[in-house]
């Protein structure tokens, strides 16, 4: 996931950069609170629909995830990375097909074009430190390419603190889904476009047809492209232990 890059600095996503330079090693089934403390390791859970990851692309300390059937918590992590840089990780759950790795009955790649709904609800904590907790979702001219996707990265801030803020610049703010968002674009060799909720929450119910059909009103998502991965997770700079994911869910028809 991809996108914390501060200002001026070297700007990759950390999404972006995990999504992008990553393989994930390590593929299992979850069972009661399974702990994850590989740096690529993953689970997956709710039946295979969804997968974990612990994806800590950035950092080479330890952390660590509690994965539960629909979720999981940082338990160990005490980064402290530079704000004006990329972040250490991105520990995340996801439906659909990243970096070939699929989850089953996602409904997804689907193409742009062929939208009808796209939904997604997460539930989740904070804690200390300095983080943001996001959709990371991503298009592609292909339907499941075998690595880092080419055509956009899509993101949807939900909370954060402290420093860190989006890629590029902001272009406007928006009414989407019952709630203000500040709209950023910047580029790291794909598009990268964040809505920004202007009140922090610590729970979404969003319609992503929505935001990619305003991407796409900006010119920075094409109808021909495929929605490859729905992804929601935090990209932490200092700290991390304590932020988690309490439910998550994706509907695509």
Sequence with gaps: MLS???RTTVILGAAA?????TTLTTTSAASADTQICDKYGSVRVSGGRYLV???????DTTQCLSVRDDGFTITTANHNKPTNGAPASYPSIYAGCHYGNCTSGSGL????????SVQSSVAYTVASGQWDASYDIWFDP??????????????????????????????????????????WFG??????????????TTSLNV????FTSDSVSRGKISRSWYLTSIQFGF???????????????????
């Design 207 to 210: 319609d992503i047809g929505a």
């Design 4 to 6: 914390r890059l501060r």
């Design 109 to 116: 790649p689907k193409q742009v074009a062929n939208f009808h």
């Design 17 to 21: 950069l995990l999504a992008g330079a």
């Design 187 to 200: 580029n790291t060799g794909w598009n990268v476009i964040s809505y920004v909720r202007t009140s922090p």
């Design 142 to 183: 292909n339907p499941n390419p075998s690595g880092q996707n080419t055509g956009a990265e899509l993101m949807i801030w939900g909370n954060h603190q402290g420093a860190p803020q989006p890629i590029g610049s902001k272009i406007a703010t928006v009414w989407i889904s019952g709630a203000s968002w500040d709209v």
């Design 53 to 59: 990851q612990n994806n800590e692309w950035g950092d």
């Design 235 to 253: 990209e932490p700079w200092q700290g991390g232990a304590g932020l988690g994911v309490q439910s998550f869910s994706t509907s695509v028809s």
